[in-house]
Structures are given as structure tokens and as C-alpha cells.
């Protein structure tokens, strides 16, 4: 079950199964399919809904815990001042990426998985050594 901004029965998007899709889950029960939003609390779609192309990787819940804080960490700062991409971190450790051209899409891809090793002070000097 989903719900996306101003969808009726008529022009709500027609998704398959195995279509990626950006969403919150509202709830989840054992016995129950379960119920995702793809709008925020003020009913607008904010960024949720359905991923167009890309690449989806996998990394741990407590690394991509760490790439959704504010200010951004410096791996994906260094990476930015770089190179445009779009990025959607899920809670349970799938991160989906997107840019211009797929050898830009798994460069950022590797550094993002490799960077889970570096230590936060030294990942922006990483990052600029991996992107020259």
C-alpha cells in the first residue's frame, strides 16, 4: 500500500514489482503487507517516491546512520565539491546513487563503500587523493 502526493486512482504512478522507490514506512506487521508514504507531514512529496536509474549499494545501518547527519560528512562534502550527484541513504543500509555518466556513478559508488574505513578526519584528503 502507498500513498504519493496528489494521487488518485486515476494518476497515481504505476509501479512493478522490483521498482525502486524512495519512501517512509508507516507500518510494518508480521501477519499484514506493509503500509509506505511517499510524502512528508505536510502531504508533499519532498524527494520520496519511485528511483529512476542509478546504482544501489549496500553498506552497514550504522554507516548509512552516518551519511544522513547534519552538516554532511566529509566524504560525501569532498565528493560534492567535485562532482554532481544525487544520493538517497535508506535507514537499513541501502544507498542509492545517481549522476551524469555510469563511470561517474561507480567512482562515487567505491569511494563511498571504501571511505566506511577511513577515519572521519582524515576522509576528505582521502577523497581528493581517490578523485585526482
Not at 510494518?28 to 520520496?48: E, H, K, T, W, Y
Not at 551519511?67 to 550527484?85: D, E, I, N, S
Amino acid at each position: 500500500m502507498l500513498s504519493f502526493e496528489g494521487a488518485t486512482r486515476r494518476n497515481r504512478p504505476n509501479l512493478n514489482t522490483g521498482d525502486l522507490v524512495y519512501a517512509r514506512v508507516v507500518t510494518a506487521n508480521r501477519d499484514l503487507d506493509p503500509v509506505l508514504s511517499c510524502v512528508d507531514s505536510q502531504g508533499r512529496a519532498s524527494g520520496f517516491g519511485p528511483l529512476k536509474e542509478g546504482l544501489v549499494i549496500e553498506c552497514s545501518a550504522h554507516y548509512a546512520r552516518t551519511l544522513l547527519v547534519r552538516p554532511p560528512p566529509p566524504v560525501l562534502a569532498a565528493v560534492g565539491a567535485k562532482l554532481q550527484f544525487e544520493l538517497a541513504v535508506g535507514m537499513n543500509g541501502r544507498v542509492w546513487l545517481n549522476s551524469s555518466s555510469c563511470a561517474t556513478t561507480v567512482k562515487i559508488a567505491n569511494i563511498i563503500l571504501d571511505s566506511q574505513h577511513v577515519p572521519t578526519t582524515e576522509q576528505q584528503q582521502w577523497v581528493k587523493q581517490r578523485l585526482q
